[in-house]
Nanobody, 120 residues
Framework: QVQLVESGGGLVEPGGSLKLSCVAS????????MGWYRQAPGKAREMVAE???????SNADSAKGRFTISRDNAKNAVYLQMNSLKPEDTAVYYC??????????????WGQGTQVTVSS
């Protein structure tokens, strides 16, 4: 079984920064794509940023120029540096590990979520 543990959320003032971290543990031979999604109250979960195993990235329009996703394949970790935060960035942020290969099958895994609140 694979577990994803997120950290780094919290309360920050508008214009501030936070860095989210997510580490996957368990039987992992490879992870295809890792990413960050978020869900605000009353809204659907949406993609924030994704990064492939080779480092290719895809960002939501709302994140471009402010958020940077990175990854450490040796640690099975993904990070999200968030700058110039806005109140509308307030949400629960979830980590995704897509197509995790354990030697027998591919599976997708989600973290438990970490709350990010942007407020003065």
């Amino acid at each position: 079984q694979v577990q994803l543990v997120e950290s780094g959320g919290g309360l920050v003032e508008p214009g501030g920064s936070l860095k989210l971290s997510c580490v996957a543990s368990g039987t992992i031979l490879s992870i295809n794509t890792m990413g960050w999604y978020r869900q605000a109250p009353g809204k659907a979960r949406e993609m924030v940023a994704e990064i492939s195993q080779t480092g290719g990235t895809s960002n939501a329009d709302s994140a471009k120029g402010r958020f940077t996703i990175s990854r450490d394949n040796a640690k099975n970790a993904v990070y999200l540096q968030m700058n110039s935060l806005k109140p509308e960035d307030t949400a629960v942020y979830y980590c995704l590990a897509d197509r995790v290969w354990d030697g027998y099958a591919y599976n997708d895994y989600w973290g438990q979520g970490t709350q990010v609140t942007v407020s003065s």
